[in-house]
Each structure stands twice: as structure tokens, then as C-alpha cells.
């Protein structure tokens, strides 16, 4: 069984920032790609950002420049720093990671996703 628990979503005014957190628990043995993916009302789920565990990034063209994803392997965390917010972001942020699991199994395990809404 493999866990990710997101934090850090919430409300902030255009241009304001938050950092979000996810932390995955379980019985891993690493974690390769992880990433965050946003879902707006009547909107599908879209890549936001990824990295790889060697610390490549890809970003998704509308966050480019103003969102940051970084990781911490030792402690199995990966971070969004998100800046210069604007309403169009405003979305449910999901956790995404592909992890190596007992019994040598890959799981591509979601959180439960953090509310971020960016509004005056």
C-alpha cells in the first residue's frame, strides 16, 4: 500500500503564492516520477508539472515561469511552489507518483487532492 497525502491548498489573491507538499508513506522502495495535476470545474485533469527522480522537470505551458516543482527523495516528498497566481489556476492540485512497491510491484498511486483557489 502506497499513500500520498497533499497539503498547503487554499485561498489567496491573484499574484499571491503557495507552496504545496506531498508526502508519500508506505512500503516504498523508490519513487520515480512524481508530479501535479490540477482538475478545474467541468475541466479534465491536466499536467501541471513533473520530476523525474533524478530531477529532470517538465511543466505544462501555462504555469512556465512561475511555478516551481522540486522533490526531496530522503523524506519522499515533492513540493509545487506556485507564484504569481492567477484566477485560471483555481482547481483541485493532485499528487501523482509512480512508485516501486514490496514485492517489486510499480503502483501509480494519486492523493486526494488540495482545493487551490485564487480570487479577490
Known amino acids: 500500500q502506497v499513500q500520498l497525502v497533499e497539503s498547503g491548498g487554499g485561498l489567496v489573491q491573484p499574484g499571491g503564492s503557495l507552496r504545496l507538499s506531498c508526502a508519500a508513506s508506505?512500503?516504498?522502495?523508490?519513487?520515480?516520477?512524481m508530479g501535479w495535476y490540477r482538475q478545474a470545474p467541468g475541466k479534465q485533469r491536466e499536467l501541471v508539472a513533473a520530476?523525474?527522480?533524478?530531477?529532470?522537470?517538465n511543466y505544462a505551458d501555462s504555469v512556465k515561469g512561475r511555478f516551481t516543482i522540486s522533490r526531496d527523495n530522503a523524506k519522499n516528498t515533492v513540493y509545487l511552489q506556485m507564484n504569481s497566481l492567477k484566477p485560471e489556476d483555481t482547481a483541485v492540485y493532485y499528487c501523482?507518483?509512480?512508485?516501486?512497491?514490496?514485492?517489486?510491484?510499480?503502483?501509480?498511486?494519486w492523493g486526494q487532492g488540495t482545493q487551490v483557489t485564487v480570487s479577490s
Open positions: 501523482n507518483a509512480d512508485v516501486l512497491a514490496s514485492g517489486w510491484v510499480t503502483i501509480n498511486s
Open positions: 508506505g512500503s516504498i522502495f523508490s519513487i520515480y516520477a
Open positions: 520530476i523525474t527522480s533524478g530531477g529532470s522537470t
